[in-house]
């Protein structure tokens, strides 16, 4: 895969992985629109791309993931302007990395706030060193989390325990996340991208369309309007008529180990 260059983030692709660094050190890696703009152009790149099978986000440095939304541009907004902010942020990043067919893993290396946690929200699951800490702090400013923190903090901790993170502004560490269910796994820093390419190598093993298909499947079970279990049948009965699924099965009956196509 060709890597164009950024001004905000890192992309690094090796064996079929793709890990895409957020690089802001002197804001504490903090989103703003423009690096918003850069992480959607990267994940789109790596999803067209047929050689990545997996892909990482992470943070430069030791002390943040995300540290937040860079608030100095958003500080004087209208009420339509902050909409706006919202709408465009949640569509060209946040739903965007939520509904990649290629599983995005989140490496959480420090603070994950506002949006840099609602970005590690938005990947399909989460790892985190054990200096990291999280939190939605937006009601602090006034404001409350706008790129899908109300919805996927309770989705993934429960509603009780974001109602409380969310209007308390406070953070939690990487031990009690990992005991809401919020991360998978805590991991010394230095472990923490092996443990993410670990985990990634487990998952490109499989048949990336069968993956593809089961985080369509998985979505749809908290989409308004969608019937998970009607979109899990429609899923599964097209996984019989891929190369993955017959070159899977048959390994199977041959005991020996499937080579999928990815198709």
């Known amino acids: 895969m060709k890597s164009k260059t950024y001004e905000h983030i890192l992309v690094d692709h090796h064996d079929s992985l ?12 903090a989103l703003n629109i423009a690096t918003i703009k850069e992480l959607h152009d990267a ?52 739903d965007f ?17 506002g949006g840099g946690l609602e970005l590690a929200m938005a990947a399909h699951f989460r790892i985190a060193s054990d200096n990291a800490k999280m939190g939605l702090p937006e009601v602090s400013l006034g404001v409350i989390p706008g790129y899908g923190g109300t919805q996927r903090l309770p989705q993934l901790v429960g509603k009780g325990r974001a109602m409380e993170m969310i209007m308390t502004a406070g953070m939690i560490d990487a031990n009690q996340a990992l005991q ?11 472990d923490l991208l092996p443990l993410a390419e670990k985990l990634a190598g487990k998952i490109m093993r499989n048949s990336s369309v069968a993956i593809a298909a089961a985080i369509e499947a998985i979505n749809a079970g908290y989409e308004e309007g969608e ?24 390994a199977f009956l041959e005991k020996r180990k499937p080579d999928f196509p990815g198709k």
């Open 18 to 29: 793709t890990t895409i660094t957020i690089h802001r050190p002197s804001k504490l890696n």
């Open 43 to 94: 994940f789109k790149q790596a999803e067209s791309d047929t050689d990545t099978k997996a892909i990482i986000v992470t943070g430069s440095g030791e002390k943040a993931f995300v540290a937040g939304a860079d608030i100095a541009e958003f500080a004087d907004f209208s009420v339509s302007q902050g909409e706006q902010l919202a709408a465009q942020g949640q569509a060209l990043l946040f």
């Open 97 to 113: 990395v939520a509904h990649l067919s290629t599983p995005v893993i989140a490496a959480v290396n420090g603070f994950a706030l």
């Open 180 to 190: 809401f269910g919020l991360v998978n796994y805590v991991t010394p820093q230095e």
């Open 227 to 250: 019937n998970g279990f009607d979109t899990e049948i429609t899923v599964f009965g097209k996984c019989f008529g891929t190369a993955d699924f017959h070159e899977g099965t048959q």
